[in-house]
């Protein structure tokens, strides 16, 4: 029986975390100064963005989670869904 890998060096690169957790402080207190819309499509974008990153890079790229296919598929569906919130849901600023 092979032992299951829980080192972080088979997941993603902190560096790049630190990013998208930057991006999500931004998007916060965007939408507590009332700017809901930018707030979310940072958000949006981000999650397309790091979606594309894992789906271009696979095994390279420096955001992992689970598989590459659940990656890309969670990153870029989130993205467009909140795209798609945006379009139909009128929110503030």
């Known amino acids: 029986m092979s ?3 829980v080192s972080e060096d088979h997941e993603g690169k902190p560096w ?4 998208v957790a930057a ?5 916060t207190v ?5 700017y809901t819309k930018a707030a979310t499509a940072a ?4 999650a397309i963005a ?3 990153v894992r789906l ?3 095994e390279r790229s420096p955001w992992k989670v689970r598989s590459v296919a659940f990656d890309a598929f969670i990153g870029i569906g989130l993205g467009v869904g909140l795209f798609i919130l945006l379009t139909i849901v009128p929110v503030g600023n």
């Open 30 to 34: 965007l939408a507590v100064a009332g």
């Open 50 to 52: 790091t979606g594309l």
């Open 43 to 46: 958000i949006a974008v981000t």
């Open 16 to 19: 790049f975390e630190w990013i």
């Open 3 to 5: 032992h299951p890998y």
């Open 56 to 58: 271009a890079l696979r």
């Open 23 to 27: 991006v999500v402080i931004v998007a």
